[in-house]
């Protein structure tokens, strides 16, 4: 079976996580640079098999959507046209970023480790992944 992927797209940093090849257990993967993004998937999928990718879709408690969504459906658009057989799912990262903070208090992460920007984004990744797997 072939891995799934979630990204927790941001203007400096993406978050990654994905599945073992069951699509059973969620775990945090790497965060890599925005721009480095594409360049890192393409890799990443040359090497293994990835069936779908799931992208979080930042909604503001209003409804509207947050101005990084111009760019995450730019990288989208980009990625489909490279990779037209891995299936994308959008699903609302509101509280994403929140939840991963408290998810690395409740396993034990130190102040100091919970500082790391590229471990929250990871995390947050990794909880939306579960999200997607999980409902």
């Known amino acids: 079976m072939a891995r799934i992927l979630a990204l927790d797209y941001g203007g400096k940093r993406t978050g990654i996580a994905t599945t073992d090849p069951l699509q059973i257990i ?24 990835v069936s779908d ?14 101005p990084i969504e111009e760019k995450i459906v730019e990288f989208i658009q980009d990625f489909t046209k490279t990779h037209p057989s891995v299936k994308i799912h959008r699903i609302n990262e509101m509280y994403s970023s929140k939840d991963a903070m408290q998810a690395l208090i409740k396993s034990g992460v130190k102040r100091m480790g919970r500082r790391d920007k590229k471990l929250l984004d990871s995390t947050a990744a990794t909880l939306l992944l579960q999200e997607f797997l999980y409902d």
Do not use: C, F, N
């Not at 990718?53 to 947050?66: A, E, F, W, Y």
């Open 53 to 66: 990718i799931v992208v979080g879709q930042p909604t503001r408690h209003d409804g509207s959507l947050s």
């Open 26 to 49: 969620a775990t945090p993967l790497i965060t890599v640079e925005t721009k480095d993004l594409m360049d890192y998937l393409s890799k990443y999928i040359s090497s293994e098999e």
